[in-house]
């Protein structure tokens, strides 16, 4: 039983955090039905469905099909990194980071299984492409749904806001890629056959999340439908959603809410972020992670377009800025033959470059 629950808290670091975050904040602020009013549904119901529409669809085989058309025809490391960087960062603005970087690392490892260094480089320039190119959607992470889902802000704004530093980090990635040698590529991978039913069911149940995120389905209308649909035809999807993820917002939401409930409190962050807003979501980040940092902070922040870049850019950094990078690194570490020291100095010197010129661009635009 023990050896359990440490595996549970070794495995969710963040959902342990932010529970007994929340749990110590209910000490201080009474449990009452002001909780409920803490609690953002319509967010948790859009990241529920986003989160089983994505599962069906990685599942399905139809992602991996498309990779494996798309890597199929390149001759070189370089090239076949420059395809998985750009099939991440594109990708990852519909099915999220976290999705983009399941389907296509373990896809990369089984390509470069002879080219170990290269391959870490290669992982490493994916995990920052994964993360940088969801910025520039609302559905691209967690933490720019819930960013959106209060600030008002319409979907078309939203874009075209996040579009300048996307591009720059588009570009950054780019010459990124010119670290990768052009070793030819004679590694063959197996041919990957989806299940074309299932990928237009799937399909069919994104599409409505996407109208879900431009308000033209009701959330209501949305869970219900894909949770039907997915308890008639698969209900194994339902099974493998993370709600350890909706847990740990759940919690946040409540510890942000009787946060500010306290006066001290409530000035204590309103200083910070008056401050340096921006500065303080990527420090916020680089320790509790993006995602719960932008539910902390939202509450008392005033300059919410600041807000968005720094828990975005504050997902590069250390491997728990961003849940993504820790699921890059948990899919590589149980490879053959890895190598978990070299992995995380090259991370740690990729993402540091990689933020330090993208607070800088960031700062410029704002």
Known sequence: MLLKLKSFIKKEKVFCIAFFAALLSAFIVKPSADYIGYINFSVLMLLFCLMSVTEGLKQCGILSEISYFLVKSVGNLRK???????????????????????????LTLMITSDYKSESIKIIVIETIAANLGSMLTP???PQNLFIYENSGMNAFEFIMFMLPVS???????V????SVKKTVLEAETEKITADKRSGIIYGILFILCIFTVFHLVSYYICTIAVAAVLLIYNRKILADVDYILLLTFVCFFIFSGNLAAVPQAEKLISGLLEKNTMGTAVICSQVISNVPSSILLYPFCN?????????????LGTPVASL??????????????????????????????????????ALMII
């Open 175 to 178: 010459i990124s890629v010119f």
């Open 80 to 106: 076949l990194c420059f395809v998985l960087m750009t099939l991440c960062f594109i990708l990852s603005m519909f099915i999220t980071n976290d999705v983009a970087l399941l389907t296509f690392v373990p």
């Open 139 to 141: 559905i691209g992470n």
């Open 303 to 315: 300059d919410i377009r600041a807000l968005l870049y720094g828990v975005d850019i504050g997902g």
């Open 324 to 361: 993504a990078s820790l699921i890059s690194y948990k899919i590589y570490s149980q490879s053959e033959n890895s190598s978990g020291g070299k992995y995380m100095v090259l991370f740690m010197i990729e993402n540091l470059i990689f933020l330090a010129l993208l607070y800088i661009a």
């Open 167 to 173: 591009a720059i980090s588009y570009a950054m990635l």
